[in-house]
């Protein structure tokens, strides 16, 4: 595998912030409908963007999409729905202890954040799971 923890957690950042910042857009056009105003519209917004497009997308956002990103679960696979719904639950909470949430990350053995924990899913390069995937069908 090709990819230091330091830029795994780098482009992590980078897909959570274009995640947040096109969840807000969506947002934002609803509130501009008439849907969704106020404080609970985002946080609502933010507790289902992640998790359906991580479960729809098998594994992905757009951020993550983007930035080379893929969600797996311990069998290699795509989060299934409730670890997709335990992952987006924990973001907001995360999102509040920011530093604190990136070193446990970094000294994580998985590169793992609380939200990977309590899921029990690993972020990784999608190049890394392409590649891993082809080793596993050729053994």
């Not at 330091?6 to 969506?26: M, P, Q, S, V, Y």
């Not at 963007?49 to 999409?65: C, S």
Request: proline share 4%; hydrophobic share 50%.
């Amino acid at each position: 595998m090709h990819v230091s923890r330091t830029t795994l957690i780098i482009r992590r950042i980078g897909a959570w912030l274009l995640d947040t910042l096109l969840a807000f857009g969506a947002w934002f056009a609803l509130a501009l409908l008439g849907l969704g105003r106020g404080e609970d519209g985002m946080l609502l917004m933010q507790l289902l963007y992640f998790p359906l497009f991580e479960y729809l997308m098998r594994g992905q956002t757009p951020g993550k999409l983007l930035l080379g990103l893929s969600v797996i679960n311990r069998a290699g696979q795509p989060p299934s729905l409730l670890q997709a719904l335990l992952r987006g639950i924990t973001r907001p909470i995360e999102a509040a202890f920011g530093l604190i949430v990136v070193w446990l990350c970094a000294e994580s053995r998985y590169c793992q954040r609380p939200g990977d924990w309590l899921a029990r899913t690993y972020v990784m390069d999608t190049r890394d799971l392409r590649a891993l995937r082809q080793q596993l069908s050729e053994g």
